[in-house]
């Protein structure tokens, strides 16, 4: 039902929309600084990992999950005490502090 015509708009009038202008958003500044594992991805150079691995990977083929991705995962799984992978995937995917 719609109101009448007598009544005055108790919602103002509708703001004009901009949808063309994009809003810049870093899940990553949502973080704090202070972090866990914020605090871990500043003092732990994990470039190490792509040496260790280079001779595994080839470049044909299909796409690969970058190495140092699998090594986070892996500290995840022991910092957070998880005991499954499958429970590992759906952590990172709740919390935002994961994304590091």
Known sequence: MSAPDSEPNTHGE?????LGESIPVSLNN???KCHYYGHLDRML?????L???RDS??????PWIDPVVI????LILFFEGLRSESRLIRVPADRLC???
């Not at 090594?71 to 892996?74: A, K, M, N, S, T």
């Open 57 to 62: 990977y080839v470049e044909i083929g299909l």
């Open 45 to 49: 150079d994990l470039t190490f990992v």
């Open 51 to 53: 040496d260790l691995v």
């Open 71 to 74: 090594f986070r995962l892996q």
């Open 30 to 32: 949502m973080v704090p």
């Open 98 to 100: 994961l994304s590091w």
């Open 14 to 18: 509708p703001k004009p929309r901009q």
